[in-house]
């Protein structure tokens, strides 16, 4: 009959590499072409012969070699080189997935996505496909497999023997049982495929020989085998064992792996066509070797058993440990003896030297308690006068009648202090942090105090920056300190407010250490404008703390020697003020053995600062405690602690 041209594409051009279609439920069709090298076309044509057509390339989830469409019952699978069958995602399905059905999927774009079919071949190359709606058949990395459609588990056992090279075509008729299957390598006619199990040979292992040493034959087949025990003299601690089967399918030969039976290793060796066993530096005992075949779908045969017994070297035999014994029994005795008369020669010696040195040790012992007494006394004596240079309790509940102070030395004197005193109408407190602790930090407290006393009391120096300045100048002096590579810097980090009592003004400056001022309510527009260098608002939700912090420098010689800042804040009734030392934020504890922190302290602070002043301090105390003693852990105190609160 005559052809008829229905339609001519000249647009589309490739190499082309199998087509494939579908009828759409519009009525039009749905042609796709796969190609070599150019990824794959798809043509809608409707009824009227008009078309439009979509590239598609790697972008688009290709790989970048061949590509062939493949009909499966109603849908279109694409074969390719490395990621098993592809399946073509339309654009109305990604609004579905996108969940999202306002998108106009007319202006959106297919792609392809690796398709579940058939399972476990994602990562295979697909060459050919012929599609059954009860068993189909697929070409996966040159070996055809059947796949039921019920589960899509692709079985290659009725083609385990067939070798052809790549695989290009599978053709199936609807009417026979045979199947027709194209590779580079030839054409092959598969008969009879169907469900039934088709009986495989299985391979007869038979043993051919056993031989030690070099070429020392113990059996050649000659006699029957049976229970029989090879015995193997450690020095020819070699064997070889050599089997046989005569199975052979298609060119395929049989497949030997072996193992100790009653061993550790359950498992037999790796499945080999080598069909002779070399065992080599076996340790003396009894031995049974398991050796199976297996045809090539899996079919293992009988097994052979080979029964070994390797003999122990002569110095491992029975009579060579009598012998190890007998000599380690007299070399142990006479040992023995030797060491007994040493020994006793020895502890003579050592009584008269115990007897001198224990003399020694307890006068020395003596001696070293009498100092000891003596450096105990000495420190409480200083402790008992640094206490008497602190200010009472009387001082302060006169000019500060709402306050409270914790203070926890390290050690038993500390490098921790805090001073006050009330000149004409003002009230200047501070509390300082020497350098070190224990009694080189003792003494430095009380040198700062000696100072402070000169000028507030006598010198009437009543601004908190110049105090500072004059008290630096006096530490500088009396340290005799220079500045120079390697000299000590000891100094003081102070935090120093001077309020006066009739107009509520307050004169702060600080070394090192800030303030904090607690105001309850929220923070007024003035207060965060009203904004100086260094200083902070951090609201929390019934107060608010104003945090002034102190000029980096210490009151000693520094890098740095510039005046300190002076700053000027209006307290309100019932605004509290906290001096404090570094003690407090830097002590481990916790349930993670870590720093109480700034920032926890700084919350501590505003939580408690609802409470009366009293029981501020109280609180205070007592998380310190609890954060030292977690879980009664007991965490060794790191630092003088202290802490000074006031209401004004």
């Given amino acids: 009959p005559s052809q008829k041209e229905l339609l001519t594409l000249n647009d589309v051009r490739l190499d082309a590499y199998g087509i494939s279609y579908k009828r759409l439920p519009t009525g039009s069709f749905e042609i796709w072409v796969g190609s070599k090298t150019s990824g794959a076309w798809q043509m809608v044509v409707d009824t009227s012969m008009h078309y439009k057509y979509t590239f598609y390339n ?38 579905t997935l996108m969940n999202d059905t306002t998108q106009d999927y007319s202006s959106l774009k297919g792609f392809f996505d690796i398709a579940d079919f058939p399972k476990n071949s994602n990562d295979k190359a697909v060459t050919a496909f012929c599609y059954h709606p009860d068993t189909s058949l697929i070409a996966l990395d040159f070996q055809v497999n059947a796949i039921p459609m019920s589960d899509s588990i692709p079985n290659g056992n009725p083609f385990k023997t067939l070798d052809l090279g790549r695989i290009n075509t599978i053709s199936k008729s609807k009417h026979s049982r045979s199947v027709l299957i194209g590779a580079d390598d030839g054409l092959v006619v598969v008969n009879k495929l169907d469900k039934k199990n088709r009986e495989y040979p299985v391979p007869l292992l038979t043993l051919r020989g056993v031989s030690i040493g070099l070429d020392s034959t113990l059996w050649y087949g000659d006699e029957p085998i ?247 100048q006096s530490v500088i002096e009396a340290l005799k300190q220079t500045g120079k590579q390697n000299e000590q810097k000891d100094g003081m980090d102070m935090s120093m407010v001077a309020f006066n009592i009739d107009t509520q003004e307050c004169l702060w400056a600080g070394a090192n250490n800030p303030l904090y001022l607690v105001r309850r309510g929220k923070p007024t527009r003035s207060d965060v404008i009203e904004n100086c260098e260094g200083c902070r608002v951090h609201e929390f939700e019934s107060n608010y703390i104003k945090e002034y912090k102190g000029d980096k420098m210490p009151v000693a010689i520094h890098a740095i020697m510039e005046e300190y800042t002076s700053h000027r804040i209006m307290l309100q009734k019932g605004d509290r003020l906290f001096l404090f030392s570094d003690g407090y934020a830097d002590q481990f504890g916790g349930p993670e053995h870590r720093k109480f922190m700034a920032k926890n302290f700084k919350n501590l602070i505003a939580r408690t600062s609802l409470l009366p002043i009293d029981e501020q301090g109280y609180e205070i105390d007592a998380m310190f405690q609890q954060w030292k003693d977690y879980d009664g852990s007991d965490y060794e105190q790191i630092d003088d602690v202290t802490v000074l609160g006031f209401e004004v």
């Fill in 58 to 95: 790697i972008a688009d989830g290709l790989p970048i070699d061949w590509v062939c469409p493949y009909k499966a019952d109603e849908d279109i699978l694409f074969a390719t080189s490395r990621n098993g069958m592809l399946r073509f995602i339309y654009p109305e399905e990604l609004t």
């Fill in 226 to 472: 049976d229970d029989r025990v090879f015995t193997v003299p450690y020095s020819l601690n070699n064997i070889k064992v050599e089997l046989a089967s005569s199975y052979c399918d298609n060119g395929h030969r049989a497949q030997y792996a072996w193992r100790f039976k009653h061993s550790h290793d359950t498992l037999l060796t790796h499945w080999s066509s080598q069909n002779t066993i070399s065992l080599s530096n076996l340790r003396e005992g009894e031995y049974q070797l398991v050796v199976v075949a297996r045809n090539v779908h899996n079919q293992q045969s009988n097994r052979v058993l080979v029964n070994l017994r390797v003999l122990p070297p002569w110095y491992r035999t029975w009579w060579a440990y009598i012998a190890y014994a007998i000599m380690v029994v007299a070399i142990t005795y006479l040992i023995i003896q030797y060491n007994t008369r040493r020994l006793k020669e020895q502890n003579k010696r050592l009584e008269e030297i115990v007897k001198d040195r224990t003399r020694e040790v307890v006068e020395q012992k003596e001696h070293i308690e009498h100092i000891l007494t003596d450096i105990k006394a000495s420190i409480n004596y200083a402790q008992r006068i640094q206490q008497a240079l602190l200010p009472s309790k009387e001082i302060l509940s006169e000019y500060v009648p709402k306050h409270f102070i914790v203070f926890h030395p390290r050690d038993v004197v500390s490098g921790d202090f805090y001073w006050a005193a009330k000149v004409n109408n003002w009230f200047i407190i501070t509390v300082a942090d020497c350098t070190g602790h224990g009694v080189p930090g003792a003494l430095m407290s009380m040198l700062g105090i000696s100072f402070l006393n000169e000028i507030v009391r006598k010198n009437e120096v009543l601004s908190s920056a110049m105090v500072l300045n004059k008290l630096r």
